[in-house]
């Protein structure tokens, strides 16, 4: 069963969103497999302590997407294809690159500036975000 022990719902983003971007991240990084059993609606509910008709929605735009498959007795699976598989990952990366280039050009860095801490986090492995002091200390 898919796991939602790093799910972390963000408070900006409905949770919806959140649960299905949760799926496809999982999809693309290998960790959620085809054929692989979602929890329940009521269970994902009771796990996440929102409505059921949150996870009804993300369950259902899920399978409009292909993602996912409900069978006899409410019980879903997740649905893999190859071509799925690599327009999900371009889809996402897309979407989280646009992210971050409108946060920068709204903060009014360069395209240069983007780009160069860019470069300076992914050689850094930099998964963490600095002190609020900027001195990296806590």
């Given amino acids: 069963m898919i796991s939602f022990d790093t799910f972390k719902p963000d408070g900006l983003t409905p949770v919806y969103l959140q649960i299905i971007r949760h799926i496809k991240q999982g999809i693309i990084a290998g960790s959620i497999a085809d054929q692989d059993e ?61 992210t971050f280039i409108n946060a920068m050009k709204q903060m009014g860095i360069t395209k240069e500036e983007a780009l160069g801490l860019i470069s300076s986090c992914w050689e850094e492995d930099a998964f963490s975000l600095p002190s609020p002091d900027n001195t990296g200390k806590e």
């Fill in 38 to 98: 979602m929890p329940s609606r009521r269970m994902l509910s009771a796990l996440l302590g929102v409505n059921p008709n949150t996870i009804q929605k993300a369950y259902h735009m899920l399978e409009e997407e292909g993602l996912i498959t409900s069978r006899s007795g409410a019980i879903s699976y997740v649905t893999i294809k190859d071509s799925t598989l690599r327009s999900l990952s371009l889809q996402l990366s897309t979407n989280e690159a646009l």
